[in-house]
């Protein structure tokens, strides 16, 4: 292992240790200890996005990219109807569901658009959702698909298209007696019916999938904290760096999660049609609890917001990456928030800078 790099990971853990770091000291220790990072997992991801700003792949990439590509579709289908037409087709809540989710074949779909929407996209929605409308797990999903499915040029191609084109050269022979012709359009008829219950099956998942569009975080805090303690703890040892030091890196957390969201902001992802969605850090005030009787017109995004990245852009709206549980009130001091009266939430910070501000780590523009 590098002297240097001991010494630099350890002048980031002092720092850490200290309460002395910020954003930068970030930075530093992730870029650095990158490499050294054996598991695949959520720090590994957050280190490879502070040292990559522009994601193409990752954890992340998989899940916002789904999100994309079953929105733009639906979006898509929107835009190329005339509204008279929509009129006359669409009289109940199932004909506005099939048209919305309609537009994509299941004979022949392009490989790369079919794994991110029945791969990456049926991992992203809760099972609970999956058995609920189809009485399928994940696990049967992607049997169903692997078993009905063949790759062809670049395409995933329904069997189903290859059994029916069999039929037809079978029924074209000639020489054929009644009675054999008769047993093979008795076969043709059973295969048929079999055929259409499984591409009636198989059309009625996709659109489940497609149409289950969860913006939920895509990590929480509990997964954070873990990871960060079992990741940051295996690159200590490997440096023969002295234990002491995780029990700051817990104490101190949160302000480690605010340096890592902020360093994210002004980060892209570039999605599968090539476009680009921007992140940002910004504001997130949570639906009022009814049960207790709140209402949101008499919160504040100061009091009561938390912090939370963004995701916007490539003409998608815009949604939440990850909300923290990190309040606004404690990195921003009020007297500068209320300089900006039209703030609210899903609102861009104007303060994206993670900095130390006598002594205490504040948000600063």
């Not at 921007?278 to 049960?291: E, I, K, T, V």
């Amino acid at each position: 292992m590098s002297v240097k790099t001991k010494q630099a990971i350890t002048k980031c853990l002092n720092k850490i240790a200290d309460d002395t770091f910020d954003e930068e000291t970030l930075r530093s220790l992730l870029i650095i200890s990158r490499e050294y990072i054996k598991s695949n997992g959520l720090i590994k991801e957050l280190a490879h996005f502070v040292a990559h700003s522009d994601r193409n792949q990752g954890i992340f990439h998989k899940q916002v990219n789904n999100r994309y590509a079953k929105q733009k579709l639906i979006d898509d289908q929107l835009n190329g109807a005339e509204t008279k037409e929509l009129m006359e087709k669409i009289k109940t809540e199932d004909d506005l569901s099939d048209f919305l989710l309609g537009g994509i074949s299941i004979y022949r779909i392009d490989s790369k658009l079919f794994n991110i929407l029945y791969s990456d996209g049926l991992e992203d929605i809760p099972e609970a959702h999956l058995l609920k409308h189809t009485n399928f797990t994940k696990a049967e999903v992607k049997e169903l698909f692997a078993r009905h499915y063949h790759k062809e040029e670049g395409f995933h191609c329904l069997n189903t298209t290859q059994t029916r084109l069999q039929h037809k050269k079978i029924s074209e022979l000639e020489n054929i007696s009644d009675k054999d012709r008769e047993k093979i359009d008795e076969y043709r008829s059973n295969s048929e019916i079999l055929i259409t219950k499984i591409e009636l099956k198989i059309d009625q998942i996709q659109k489940v999938i497609r149409g289950a569009i969860y913006y939920t975080s895509v990590f929480d805090l509990e997964t954070f904290n873990n990871e960060i303690a079992t990741t940051l703890t295996v690159v200590i040892k490997s440096f023969s760096i002295d234990q002491k030091y995780m029990q700051a890196i817990m104490e101190h957390s949160q302000d480690i999660l605010l340096c890592i969201m902020s360093l994210l902001h002004d980060s892209k992802f570039i999605l599968y049609d090539k476009k680009e969605a921007r992140n940002f850090l910004g504001f997130y005030l949570h639906p009022p609890d009814s049960n207790n009787g709140e209402n949101m017109d008499n919160r504040s995004i100061y009091e009561d917001g938390v912090l939370a990245l963004y995701t916007c852009g490539a003409g998608s709206i815009t949604f939440p990456l990850y909300v923290s549980d990190l309040l606004v009130k404690d990195y921003i001091s009020a007297d500068e928030f209320n300089k900006f009266a039209e703030l609210k939430s899903f609102s861009e910070s104007p303060w994206i800078t993670a900095e130390r501000i006598d002594y205490k780590l504040r948000l600063v523009n």
